[in-house]
């Protein structure tokens, strides 16, 4: 079946380092999108990416950093420079035809600063 | 500048009884699709409905439908015959422009309900 695989799980990252989450799909959509929840509150966009090598900030991107490779994978680092990493993290991808619209979203990666 | 508006944190319902969700909006793109979504404690984003702007009859999947007031910017849920299951996070969410993202088509989403159905 397709769909978005996002990996690890739980992540723990020590103060300082720099982490990697990976955003994975075989649906074939081109675009793709990285949130951030905090505990209680809505989704907030990072990173987004419409095609392949072309990736746009989105509304609170200081932190991260993304790439596009491939169509199939978005994976996000979160950097040291980060301040309030904690947070659970979620890709989504997008599909846009004449007959088919919607988002389809991975089932997310909580990281925690310890 | 696009914004989505929840105002309820947290609702309770009695199993079996329909349940209304709040939702406006503001925006000032002429086209723009309307979704709902949602978020039990796993933390997956389950899409639930869809209306976009231009639909002439409010959208319905199954027990959910959207009650769609173009003029007052509203796109409140409705929950027919809540069942134990249905409790959980629903978010409301809006595609179109972000102040800073350009034409992403990104979603922008409302703070969330947290729905609560009692036996």
């Known amino acids: 079946d397709g769909g978005i695989t996002q990996s690890p799980k739980y992540l723990f990252r020590k103060e300082g380092q720099n982490v990697t989450l990976s955003c994975e799909q075989n649906?074939?959509?081109?675009?793709m999108y990285w949130y951030r929840q905090d505990p209680g509150q809505g989704l907030r966009l990072i990173y987004y990416s419409q095609i392949v090598n072309d990736f746009q900030k989105g509304d609170i991107a200081e932190g991260y950093s993304v790439s596009r490779e491939k169509k199939e994978s978005f994976p996000l680092t979160v950097t040291s420079a980060q301040k309030n990493p904690t947070a659970f993290y979620l890709c989504?991808?997008?599909?846009?035809?004449?007959?088919?619209?919607?988002?389809?979203f991975g089932s997310g990666t909580r990281l925690t600063v310890v | 500048a696009q914004k989505i508006t929840q105002t309820q944190p947290g609702m309770f319902v009695q199993e079996k009884e329909a349940v209304t969700l709040d939702c406006t909006y503001d925006?000032?793109?002429?086209?723009?699709?309307l979704f709902w979504y949602k978020q039990p404690s796993s933390g997956e984003m389950i899409f639930l409905i869809y209306q976009g702007s231009y639909d002439q009859q409010n959208a319905t999947e199954g027990r959910y439908s959207l009650n769609f007031q173009k003029a007052r910017k509203s796109a409140n849920l409705v929950i027919s015959a809540s069942q134990l299951g249905d409790s959980a996070m629903y978010f409301c969410a809006m595609r179109g422009w972000s102040q800073t993202s350009g034409s992403a088509r990104q979603l922008t989403f409302g703070s969330g309900t947290q729905l609560t159905v009692l036996p």
């Open positions: 649906l074939n959509h081109d675009a």
């Open positions: 989504a991808s997008r599909v846009e035809t004449a007959t088919n619209y919607g988002y389809t």
């Open positions: 925006t000032s793109d002429p086209s723009y699709g």
